[in-house]
């Protein structure tokens, strides 16, 4: 969801990552191995305390990864693959995708691109939970074949959380 996922991606981006999209790009893509159960509060390391505080309300929990998955078979769990067709299918109603300039929000209501949400907003701001809010774009962009431009964290399905986490 918008309102859990985009502040915390802001607060890593500004902070933890040091405003560099490949660091942030390669601890959320990269070096993981399936994918993510949960984004925690250890992406907000090095932000301010006010803001840690406004964004989390004082909680703290770590993020998870999709490590400890069984498959039916025993065979290794693989890299989850999200796209337009499969994400339906995986449960996940949002998309997130790092670009240079900020985090494109998909609304999976409205596939295809959605907009962008620059690196320099306020963490603190509300985002919106309501597909509505974040309609796709109908104009057509050109497409970024940058590394940087991938599929962010959150992008894996995620299992019942309390509402504070979402």
């Known amino acids: 969801m918008p309102s859990h996922h985009l502040p915390l991606l802001l607060t890593a981006y500004q902070y933890k990552f040091g405003r560099d999209i490949e660091v942030m790009a390669q601890h959320l893509i990269d070096d993981i191995a399936v994918g993510w159960d949960e984004l925690g509060t250890d992406l907000l390391d090095g932000a301010p305390p006010t803001l840690v505080a406004a964004l989390t309300g004082g909680e703290h929990w770590p993020s ?15 890299r989850m ?11 996940m109603p949002w998309g997130y995708i790092l670009h240079p300039q900020g985090i494109e929000v998909i609304s999976m209501a ?47 399905p995620t299992g019942p959380r309390t509402a504070a986490r979402r």
């Open 64 to 78: 998870r990864t999709l490590d400890h998955l069984i498959t039916p078979d025993g065979s290794p769990p693989v």
């Open 81 to 91: 693959t999200v796209t337009a067709t499969t994400a339906g299918e995986l449960g």
């Open 110 to 156: 409205h596939t295809g691109a959605g907009p962008l949400v620059a690196w320099d907003t306020d963490p603190s701001t509300p985002f919106s939970d309501h597909p509505a809010h974040w309609p796709a774009i109908t104009t057509r962009r050109t497409p970024n074949t940058s590394r940087t431009a991938r599929p962010a964290a959150g992008a894996a």
